[in-house]
């Protein structure tokens, strides 16, 4: 169906070559790749005058369909995506990560797991389904020690994914450049062709899907002399057909598909998963880069998110409300100002919802996000000695500093890129998901106020007298000066175990009036408390008045 039913079958596979800088990523792909395409092999002159990969690289291999992937002629494409290892590109690694289907986690065999290799493998757990741990440059381990130091490397990085979800994973020892960057072209690199066959045993049929709207990940933009432009990429979702109008979001402007390839083929339609150029006319290349393009009108510009979102276990420190982090938003990295909240406690349990958000429920304000290791939930524990309940769900509301534009329900990823990158520590601090984008530039007026979180508060009364069976009378609650009315309704609970509920002023100073909606047969109590979400009127306690000073 991709390419019409007189082209042969090939079915394509992105595979992400990530790892620490310089474990050798760019020379796997070069001796992996049999065709390179336009953006491979650092050809940017900024890449080959530092020696380092800047941005994410594109190849492909072809090799014949391994079994699994069914009967029949046909090909197997494996899309090679370089990315960068250098700490401060870690926002292009996440970019990339996310077109990705298996992923290699490449090691500097002589060196195990470093910084950016951790990095890259939490990347990899949030984004990716499948991974092969490549271990490289086997060929500076003494020949005879070899074979053992081989055996124990796999065996530390088995020991490293227990715990994550790529337990048990492929582990492959390789030389893609033996004897390094002196060495002439011709030394052929080692393991490479083991290497293909476990890519072919690992290859899956990833499920895609040609519906909804098209989106496409463009990574490079060039202009073809009598032909156009066109914009190379990764179709995130949907499809593409010759003809379609396309729209470039970032620069308000859309296009006519007027031709098509994949890799030098020509195509008349490309769908999830596909590796594509596009091809239009009147567009200056250089206005776009790298960026998005996708069904006219189809992606949001936002000022602010709330998301659904996991803390990174991996992350040292807490996360606080009103801390700033970098904050990826599908393929855009922007600073953003976090507040975290979590269900009302009689919601701890309750199912979490992955793709909507409820504005209907109450949601309780979190100076940080709950964790096990959390500051609050330390204290918990020294109060009551027992397990903190942590909430099944927790949600952030993200105020970016500039407005980004993203899918709906896309991938959200929280760093601190500023943290020193030397550092030994893990600087991706949580993952989720965009439930909901706030257009309006004045979404503090036209929508927070929809958004019924809360502060718990606690304060505690007296009861003056009761009065009979069904009601008492409090004071010490309120002052003088306060408007009861917008307090009625709230719960108070009583010393006696009662609940009541304030039914409304009692008198001229402050005190008030509680019924008991249940008879109660001894009433000889004498102090008041009102607590619980239902107290924390949003006029009264809105947190987002401290979040916005
Ligand atoms: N001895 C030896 N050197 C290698 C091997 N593979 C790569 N190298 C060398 O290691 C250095 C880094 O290789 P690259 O492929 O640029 O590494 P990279 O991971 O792409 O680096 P960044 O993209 O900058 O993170 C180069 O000097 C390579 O020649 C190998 O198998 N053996
Ligand atoms: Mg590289």
């Not at 917008?486 to 008198?507: A, H, Y």
Request: glycine share 8%; hydrophobic share 40%; net charge neutral.
């Amino acid at each position: 169906m991709a390419a019409g039913p007189a082209a042969p079958r090939v079915l394509n596979v992105n595979v992400g070559v990530l790892g620490h800088i310089d474990s050798g990523k760019t020379a796997l792909a070069r001796a992996l790749s049999t065709t390179g395409s336009t953006a491979a092999f650092d050809r940017a002159p900024q890449s080959r005058a530092r020696g380092i990969t800047l941005d994410l690289g594109f190849s492909c291999l072809r090799t014949a369909l391994p079994p699994q992937l069914g009967p029949g002629p046909g090909e197997l494409q494996f899309t090679l995506v370089d990315c960068p290892g250098h700490a401060s590109l870690i926002r292009t690694i996440i970019g990339g990560a996310q077109i990705i289907d298996l992923m290699m986690l490449v090691i500097d065999v002589t060196k195990g797991m470093q910084t950016q290799s951790a990095e890259c493998l939490v990347i990899g757990q949030i984004a990716c389904q499948k991974m092969v741990v490549v271990l490289n440059k086997i060929d500076l381990l003494p020949e005879g020690k070899r074979q053992s130091a081989i055996e124990k490397m796999t065996k530390k990085m088995q020991k490293t994914l227990e715990n994550t979800k790529f337990c048990g994973c492929p582990v492959v020892a390789v030389a893609a450049k033996p004897g390094g960057p002196e060495a002439p072209e011709s030394e052929n690199p080692l393991g490479v062709s083991e290497l293909i066959e476990v890519l072919k045993s690992q290859a899956y049929l990833p499920s895609r899907d040609p519906s909804g709207n098209f989106l496409m990940a463009v990574d490079h933009c060039f202009s073809i002399k009598g032909q156009g432009t066109v914009m190379t990429g990764t179709v995130l979702s949907g499809s593409v057909s010759l003809g379609d109008n396309v729209e470039i979001p970032a620069l308000k402007v859309t296009k006519k598909v007027k031709s098509m390839q994949m890799f030098h083929t020509p195509v008349t339609y490309a769908m999830q998963g596909d590796r594509v150029g596009i091809c239009v006319t009147q567009f200056d290349p250089k206005l776009l880069e790298r960026g998005l393009i996708c069904t006219p009108e189809s992606l949001h510009t936002i000022h602010a998110a709330i998301i659904s979102l996991k803390k990174i276990q991996y992350f040292r420190g807490a996360l606080q409300t009103k801390a700033k982090f970098h904050i990826t938003v599908g393929h855009e990295t922007v600073m953003g100002r976090v507040m975290f909240f979590s269900p009302a406690p009689a919601d701890f349990n309750k199912e979490i919802q992955e793709k909507v958000f409820d504005f209907e429920k109450d949601y309780l304000y979190q100076e940080e996000y709950l964790s096990k290791d959390s500051n609050s939930s330390e204290e918990n524990k020294e109060n009551d000695q027992s397990e903190v309940q942590l909430p099944r769900q927790q949600w952030a509301l993200l105020e970016f500093e500039k407005p980004v534009t993203c899918p709906k329900l896309c991938l959200v990823i929280g760093s601190k890129l500023d943290t020193d990158i030397h550092a030994n520590t893990c600087r991706l601090a949580f993952h989720g998901v965009l439930l909901q984008g706030m257009e309006d530039k004045n979404y503090m007026e036209t929508f927070l106020p929809k958004l019924k979180v809360y502060k718990l508060k606690h304060k505690e009364g007296q009861v003056e007298r009761v009065m009979d069976d069904y009601s008492v009378i409090g004071r010490s609650l309120f002052k003088k000066e306060t408007n009861i009315q917008i307090f009625v309704g709230l719960k108070v609970k009583l010393s006696t175990g009662e609940d009541g509920i304030i039914d409304g002023g009692f008198g001229q100073s402050g005190k008030f009036k509680i019924r008991i909606p249940v008879a109660s047969t001894c009433m000889p109590c004498i102090e008041l408390s009102a607590q619980g979400p239902a107290w924390h009127l949003r006029a009264y306690s809105s947190p987002f008045h401290c979040l916005m000073d």
